[in-house]
Antibody
Framework: QVQLQESGPGLVKPSQTLSLTCTVS??????????WSWIRQPAGKGLEWIGR???????NYNPSLKSRVTISLDTSKNQFSLRLSSVTATDTAVYYC??????????????????WGQGTMVTVSS | DIQMTQSPSSLSASVGDRVTITCRAS??????LNWYQHKPGKAPKLLIY???NLESGVPSRFSGSGSGTDFTLTISSLQPEDFATYYC?????????FGQGTKVEIK
C-alpha cells in the first residue's frame, strides 16, 4: 500500500523559504508511470496545483508560482521536496503531496492524483 | 489557465437522495476531467478519472459524465459517509486547475 507523508516546519517567517518533504512508502519513487506533485489549499479556499516532478527529474510548475518554486527528487531516500522562496502571508495553507498517475484511457494519456498525503499546515507569520 | 466553475457551491441533501454536481470548463477540455472527494482533515480521494472512469475501490453509486466544457458528478443514493466537499480538476493542460468545490451537507 503506497503512502505519502509530508513533513517540515509549520511556521515560516515572511520573506524566508518554505521547505517541505514528502516521503513515499510502499513503492519506489522511481518506478512506474508517475509524476509527483505538490498542491496547496489556503483556509476556506480551493485547491491550487503548485507543480510536479517526474522520475527523470523533469519538472512542471504553475506559472503563478514558477519564479519562487523548486521541486526536487531524492531517490535514495524515496522522497521529493518543495521549496517556495520569498513567502508572504498569502502562502499560508495546507500543503499536500500527491502521486500524479499517468493512465491510458481510450488510447489517450491522462493524469490523476490517485494517492495524497494527509497534508501539513504551514503558516507564514513573524 | 483553464478556469473550472462548479455549481452549486453547496447543497443540502438527505440520505438516499440523488445528488448531481456540475463542473464547467472555460474552454473545451475533451474528457480530461477528474473528480475528488475531500473530508476535513483527510487526504482528498480520487473518485472519477477521465470524466467517467470509476477509480478502483470507489462505490458504484458515484458516476461521472460529460465532455467538452460541461461535466457532471452524480451520487445515485447519498450515504452518510458521502457528506464532504467535491472538487473537479482539469488535466487537459498545465497548470492543472480545480473547481472551487461543492460542499454536500446533511439536510
Amino acid at each position: 500500500q503506497v503512502q505519502l507523508q509530508e513533513s517540515g516546519p509549520g511556521l515560516v517567517k515572511p520573506s524566508q523559504t518554505l521547505s517541505l518533504t514528502c516521503t513515499v512508502s510502499g513503492a519506489s519513487i522511481s518506478s512506474g508511470s508517475y509524476y509527483w506533485s505538490w498542491i496547496r489549499q489556503p483556509a476556506g479556499k480551493g485547491l491550487e496545483w503548485i507543480g510536479r516532478i517526474y522520475t527523470s527529474g523533469s519538472t512542471n510548475y504553475n506559472p503563478s508560482l514558477k519564479s519562487r518554486v523548486t521541486i526536487s527528487l531524492d531517490t535514495s531516500k524515496n522522497q521529493f521536496s518543495l521549496r517556495l522562496s520569498s513567502v508572504t502571508a498569502t502562502d499560508t495553507a495546507v500543503y499536500y503531496c500527491a502521486r500524479d498517475r499517468l493512465t491510458m484511457v481510450g488510447g489517450v494519456d491522462t493524469f490523476a492524483f490517485d494517492i495524497w498525503g494527509q497534508g501539513t499546515m504551514v503558516t507564514v507569520s513573524s | 489557465d483553464i478556469q473550472m466553475t462548479q455549481s452549486p457551491s453547496s447543497l443540502s441533501a438527505s440520505v438516499g437522495d440523488r445528488v448531481t454536481i456540475t463542473c464547467r470548463a472555460s474552454q473545451s477540455i475533451s474528457g480530461y476531467l477528474n473528480w475528488y472527494q475531500h473530508k476535513p482533515g483527510k487526504a482528498p480521494k480520487l473518485l472519477i478519472y477521465a470524466a467517467s472512469n470509476l477509480e478502483s475501490g470507489v462505490p458504484s453509486r458515484f458516476s461521472g459524465s460529460g465532455s467538452g466544457t460541461d461535466f457532471t458528478l452524480t451520487i445515485s443514493s447519498l450515504q452518510p459517509e458521502d457528506f464532504a466537499t467535491y472538487y473537479c480538476q482539469q488535466i487537459y493542460s498545465t497548470p492543472w486547475t480545480f473547481g472551487q468545490g461543492t460542499k454536500v451537507e446533511i439536510k
